[in-house]
């Protein structure tokens, strides 16, 4: 790791004041930075611990919820009122990392988190588009069980490995930032940005922007959600598929659907489309069928993950099969 | 800048690179934390701050001025071991030992997330405290490896710790 210095920011004025360029990054609790900055994929030589800012959870006027960027993984999955309202949230924490990692990881850090592509470590045997712009990618051809196969390109088809940000897909959950130019408040389903020939590209952050909160809007009544993470042990390992579902169902029929898939993507992958086929339709094991098809159907898979086609669209029909069953 | 650990208070290292764990077991001598994988893979580097377990290992030692730590050597009264590490005897939760320390700092905090109601990946309703079972235990030791295969009698040790029903 290069010589650095750490300080604390006391407010977000203070963070954005301090951060002065490329050589300055802001730092959560550090579990992916300190990570990066051994293997010298991060060399910042100025630290800015923002975990002391924004802090609380708090009920918004609109009935919804603002959780503070410094807010611990652990924290947000055990307070009541998301295990009540937006148990899909709690349910994706619960399912990442170990209990050890949740308590030091911050909101704000676990959405930036970068990818876990083995390829992208290997500084010193890989090539990688992503690290190194424009010298290739090893994932491509190579080992690649755990990349993507949805929104993935020629340059790189990394997975994006956050599993909170997928149930934050599902919730339409806004991040809120300050930077240089003031304040402004990105969809989480527009906040990441698809690798296309830029996979160094990963969101729509600036340089020095920081991420302050995230707002849940208010729940919607009746609206079940879950999520389910498939992978290669029990716990204690990255997603091969997750998927972060809810419905309401009125009268027999579906009125709302929501669909979110994690480890198949550079970003939680939103089925609007698959969603929408759903809306109309009796929450039978046919809708659930047609609409994981449609949510797979632009799938480019790889040797090494062709699984995970299938196995996405049987993760989607039973996680909404379990919510039409709860729902009778 | 201070920290303390286990009721003493040191000054913390000039240099923002080291880790927690580095700071404890290469300037201070206190070498009960083990260093497996220094990547968050592995547990074993397991220590309390505030009473909530950490990796040290990741954790880079100046973010924690002001804070306390609690570590394998700070567990014991005395010459009384902490019950948990008896159960450990007890139940042979051990073979060459070098997970144990970090298992025993995760068994201690993960009686008091279950004390709270702490919800795990393997509870099945959200909306109330978990009920205690073997599964909820195996889930919430998970971050802690054991390469010797200890983990049955780790898994006794700690379901003894933590009581309640057993499943
Ligand atoms: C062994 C292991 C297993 C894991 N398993 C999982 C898993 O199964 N599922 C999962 O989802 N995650 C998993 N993780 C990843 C973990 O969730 C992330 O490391 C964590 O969420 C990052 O949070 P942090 O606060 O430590 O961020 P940091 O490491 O401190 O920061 C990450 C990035 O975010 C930036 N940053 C932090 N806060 C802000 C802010 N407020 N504004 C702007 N930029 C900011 C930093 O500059 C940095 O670039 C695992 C990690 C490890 C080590
Ligand atoms: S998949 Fe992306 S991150 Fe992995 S090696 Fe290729 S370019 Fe790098
Ligand atoms: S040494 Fe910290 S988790 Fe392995
Ligand atoms: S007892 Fe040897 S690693 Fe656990």
Sequence with gaps: MNPLTYEKATSSADALERHDGDAAKFLGAGTNLVDLMREGIATPTRLIDVTGLAQGIEEQSDGGLRIGAGVSNTAVADDTTIRAEYPALSRAILAGASAQIRNMATVGGNILQRTRCSYFYDVAGSRCNKRTPGEGCDAIGGFNRAHGILGVSDSCIATHPSDMSVALSLYDAVINVEGDQGTRSIPINDFYVLPGDTPDIENQLNPGELIVSVDLPAPSANRRATYRKVRDRASYAFALVSVAGSLIIEDGLVVDAGISLGGVAPKPWRATEAEAAIVGSPPIEETFRNAAQIALADATTQPGNVFKTELAQRVIVAVLQDLAGDAQ | ?167
Excluded: W
């Excluded at chain 2, 290992?57 to 050597?73: F, H, K, M, N, P």
């Excluded at chain 2, 393997?122 to 998970?142: C, F, G, N, Q, Y």
């Design chain 2, 1 to 167: 800048m201070t920290i303390e650990i286990n009721n003493q208070p040191y000054d913390l290292p000039d240099d923002a690179r080291i880790s927690l764990l580095d700071f404890m077991r290469e300037r201070l001598e206190l070498f009960g934390s083990k260093k497996g994988c220094n990547q968050g893979a592995c547990g074993a580097c397991t220590v309390l701050v505030d009473g909530e377990r950490i990796l040290s290992c990741l954790a880079l030692a100046a973010q924690y001025d002001g804070r306390s730590v609690t570590t394998i050597e700070g567990v014991a009264n005395g010459d009384e071991l902490h019950p948990l590490q008896a159960l450990f005897v007890e139940n042979e939760g051990m073979q060459c030992g070098y997970c144990t320390p970090g298992q025993i700092m995760s068994g201690i905090a993960l009686k008091s997330e279950l004390e709270r109601g702490a919800p795990s990946n393997v509870s099945a309703d959200l909306t109330v405290a978990p009920r205690m079972s073997r599964d909820e235990i195996k889930e919430r030791l998970s971050g802690n490896l054991c390469r010797c295969g200890a983990h049955n009698g780790i898994i006794d040790a700690v379901a003894a710790y933590v009581g309640g029903e057993e499943q």
